[in-house]
């Protein structure tokens, strides 16, 4: 019971101002002072909140009258945000669980100023890790800027793994069928452009004939597109396939083929450039009208 008591009793030391009128206390039991016109100019919440009628306490002196409100909510989230709220120092970061946490805390106290800071710190690398979870966030708060960029980023993502199954349910209708046309897309201008002549016409022109007048076989080019789209489809950024490319089976017979002439049917040099120039414009292309 003491230990209770001594909780009970405990004020943060960077709240502790005895001439704040108002007595947050956290989940834990530390109690915050903090005076009310901060938190009826920063906060819709407390606005709302001490615009209410309060009951009279005639057992306590009219000079240690005090406000308390118990939030119920976990001192790591709650002295974060209040740091925000009276301009004092804010820690960097410690993880993406902890950014949400005070993210849910800001949205539900209605801070503005907080929620801008926050906003400031959504593209910052430490969070680059996971930008499924990025795109969350921006899409629920509606900031167009990191949104467009978050869902580039989330092309590193196999998002058909069964992975990510339960952060694409916290997305709304609309975020999902964002998400996944701007994947689709950019798998579709992929495929495009590896079916073209433009670039491959060695590989796609039909009937292609070597220099010696017998008609070539596209058969070993085939083989390797279906695996390279194969591989985007799976993972759309495609900054893996030119890497691994290097050691498949379909590679090595594709680069070794040729007519019986000894004319070899492919440019290994030329179409491993072209291929990388799709894997490039195919996001470039997608991301138009983000």
């Not at 049917?265 to 450039?273: E, F, K, L, M, R």
Request: with cysteine; net charge negative.
């Amino acid at each position: 019971m003491a230990t209770a008591a001594a909780k009970e009793s405990y004020f943060h030391p960077y709240f502790d101002d005895a001439t704040a009128d108002v007595l947050l206390q956290s989940s834990e039991g530390t109690l915050y002072r903090v005076h009310s016109f901060i938190l009826r100019n920063t906060s819709g919440f407390f606005r709302t909140m001490l615009s209410l009628p309060q009951p009279i306490q005639d057992d306590i002196k009219p000079s240690r009258k005090q406000q308390e409100i118990h939030t119920g909510d976990s001192d790591s989230v709650m002295e974060r945000v209040l740091r925000m709220m009276c301009g004092l120092e804010i820690p960097r970061w410690e993880s993406f669980d902890e950014f949400e946490a005070v993210l849910e805390l800001i949205e539900k106290w209605d801070t503005p100023g907080p929620l801008s800071f926050a906003r400031t710190a959504l593209p910052s690398p430490m969070f680059s890790d996971e930008p499924l979870r990025v795109y969350i966030l921006a899409t629920r708060f509606g900031w167009q800027e990191e949104t467009a960029s978050a869902l580039v980023q989330t092309l590193k993502l196999d998002l058909l793994s069964g992975e990510f199954d339960a952060m694409l349910c916290r997305l709304s209708s609309r975020s999902l069928l964002q998400l996944v046309t701007f994947h689709d897309r950019c798998k579709a201008r992929f495929r495009m452009s590896l079916d073209g002549t433009d670039l491959f016409a060695a590989g796609n022109e039909e009937p292609r004939e070597c220099s010696c007048g017998k008609r070539r076989d596209n058969y070993p080019w085939r083989i390797l597109k279906a695996k390279i789209i194969s591989e985007f489809n799976r993972r759309p950024l495609g900054d893996r396939i030119l890497v691994d490319m290097a050691g498949w089976p379909e590679s090595a017979a594709c680069w070794r083929a040729k007519c019986h002439c000894g004319n070899m049917y492919y440019d290994q040099v030329s179409t491993v450039a072209n291929i990388k120039a799709c894997i490039t414009a195919a996001s470039q292309k997608a991301s138009e009208g983000l």
